[in-house]
């Protein structure tokens, strides 16, 4: 009965692996160098216009409050964020890539000297630019020290 259920097991994972989408790494290399340019652009050079150019013109944002599409990003971006904070700052801490999805880790900061937030966006391409946003933030408590939130 053991070796059934080990049987079972074996050839039940083999089907879930099977079944996943072949990776083609090379894509995925090109969709990380896609998404870090066009974050940089967009969050540290504040460049809204080129940033446009890389956005699908079906671009979905799920943050909240930023509204759909690239001219409501744009603008909320611009309201909620490069408005109250025009020395906002990103620091790419880690990227990764699976298939058409890329996640970015940053340290964020709002202004020279801010204690910071970590956050977590992922980012979706499609045709090769950029088509699909969300992001999870979080304060770094002020009793510790922001790399510990990275390294």
């Not at 099977?18 to 870090?36: C, F, G, H, T, Y």
């Not at 540290?44 to 409050?65: I, Q, R, S, T």
């Not at 900061?109 to 969300?134: C, L, N, T, V």
Request: glycine content about 4%.
């Amino acid at each position: 009965m053991k070796k059934l259920i080990l049987l079972l097991t074996l050839f039940g994972s083999s089907l879930v692996a099977a079944s996943q989408p072949k990776r083609n790494l090379v894509q995925e290399e090109k969709n990380k160098k896609i998404v870090s340019d066009f974050f940089l652009l967009f969050y540290n050079d504040k460049d809204l216009e080129k940033a446009k150019k890389m956005m699908h013109p079906d671009f979905v944002n799920h943050h909240p409050y930023s509204g759909k599409g690239v001219e409501a990003t744009i603008n909320a971006v611009n309201k909620h964020l490069f408005g109250k904070f025009p020395e906002f700052k990103v620091n790419i801490k880690r990227i990764t890539a699976e298939h058409d999805l890329v996640w970015i880790q940053c340290y964020t900061q709002d202004f020279p000297g801010d204690h910071g937030k970590m956050s977590m966006d992922i980012w979706r391409i499609k045709d090769g630019k950029i088509a699909e946003h969300w992001d999870i933030i979080q304060d770094i408590p002020k009793d510790i020290t922001p790399s510990s939130m990275y390294d």
